[in-house]
């Protein structure tokens, strides 16, 4: 079999009667029927074909292919944001009465579905604050209808056991299992072999890997993603095929850029952890990571996020980032430009202070998503507003 490169830049769409090289985009919101016969056979699925691009199209179909391609997965969906291909993981399937799973360490609005919006929908849910599987299996009810996690987590970069997790899925059907696989992204890490029945990625980040376009998509089995189906075509969170050809593209140089990302990662997190002016630095792949041989086993590196706290708190935080020469502060990550993010007033602001000292989100904390600029130029602009702040 053909490894990950290979596999993802050779999955492409048929070639149209133009003989094509590169797949054109198919900016079209609907598709002809050849006959009012073709026509019936398709709604009635006797016959496969395009129908709507709020259903499908030659864009999101190649899209969807080619992570499924990298997942390994039987299936997947495309949608028009992070966030709602999450939503849409545990809508297609919870009502009300049903009871959700959830490691504690998860993104902001996430925590919002579950906290604010999810409730009111008559679905309970507990928080799992640890890695250790008996745990998980005592959170789990009769009536516990998903099972969900980050690894690693943002933006603590808490990794759970995906291993120990999928024997748990084992003896427990009827759960869906299910994973925010977007920090790891396929390439790094693969939950479907482990058992888990759907992965998640927000596409807007490492996929796309630019900051261009907005983008999710959720792979796994085929059972599964014929129920969220029905869900998305009667609810509409479709991926544009503009965008779905943007992220398409991005992903013949996923590896290629995941690689780069996770040097200059390492490189920058070994550099700070002894660094005088810095209170604490998490980086799955650094040896002093609590979980770094858990790391190095289910992860093919350690991603592109460093995570540390400067001292001084909130206040040395934001002058620190406002002293960053050449990196750029916002809240996106997975871009090729170095970003910096205060995590504690902005993507976890809602949060109130005990539940992100929980999560180990303190008034110091930064996010670094580390990008493919040279390494020397990322350390140094780091350590040249360290220095100016001290």
């Given at each position: ?45 006797e016959e496969e074909g395009m129908v709507y691009s709020r ?124 994973i925010d696989n977007c920090f790891a992204t396929p390439y ?203």
């Amino acid at each position: 079999m053909k490894k990950d490169q290979s596999r993802i830049i050779r999955e492409q769409a048929p070639r149209s009667a133009t003989r094509e090289h590169s797949v054109p985009l198919y900016l079209t919101s609907s598709f002809i029927f050849e006959s009012a016969e073709q026509g019936r056979a398709i709604f009635a699925e006797e016959e496969e074909g395009m129908v709507y691009s709020r259903y499908a199209n030659p864009n999101t179909t190649e899209f969807i292919n080619r992570v499924c391609t990298l997942e390994n997965a039987e299936a997947g969906l495309a949608f028009s944001s992070g966030m709602a291909a999450v939503f849409a993981s545990f809508a297609a399937f919870i009502e009300s009465g049903d009871h959700i799973v959830s490691s504690r360490a998860i993104f902001g609005s996430t925590h919002q579905l579950l906290t604010q919006q999810f409730p009111k929908w008559g679905v309970s849910f507990t928080y799992v604050n640890s890695a250790n599987i008996e745990e998980w299996e005592q959170a789990i009810q009769p009536n516990t209808k998903i099972v969900f996690l980050e690894s690693p987590s943002n933006p603590g970069l808490e990794l759970y056991d995906l291993e120990k997790l999928g024997a748990l899925k084992q003896k427990y059907p009827n759960v869906i299992f299910s994973i925010d696989n977007c920090f790891a992204t396929p390439y790094l890490q693969k939950p479907l072999q482990y058992g888990f029945d759907l992965s998640i990625h927000s596409a807007t980040k490492y996929m796309d890997g630019q900051g261009r376009v907005l983008g999710g998509i959720i792979v796994g089995s085929q059972e599964l993603i014929n129920k969220l189906m029905f869900f998305i075509r009667h609810t509409g969170p479709s991926m544009s095929p503009f965008n779905a050809w943007i992220l398409s593209k991005s992903l013949e140089t996923l590896g290629l850029r995941m690689d780069r990302h996770c040097s200059n990662a390492l490189a920058l997190a070994q550099t700070l952890e002894h660094h005088d002016e810095i209170a604490d630095v998490k980086y799955p792949f650094l040896a002093s990571h609590p979980q770094y041989e858990l790391a190095k086993k289910q992860m093919k590196a350690g991603g592109g996020i460093v995570t540390f706290e400067v001292k001084g708190g909130k206040d040395r935080a934001f002058r620190f980032i406002d002293e960053l020469e050449m990196i750029r502060y916002t809240s996106n990550l997975g871009d090729s430009r170095t970003i910096a993010t205060h995590p504690a007033t902005t993507t976890h602001a809602k949060l109130t202070e005990d539940e992100r000292n929980s999560l180990g989100i303190k008034p110091g904390t930064i996010r670094l998503s580390v990008g493919l600029e040279d390494q020397e130029d990322i350390i140094n602009d780091i350590l040249q507003a360290l220095k100016k702040t001290k």
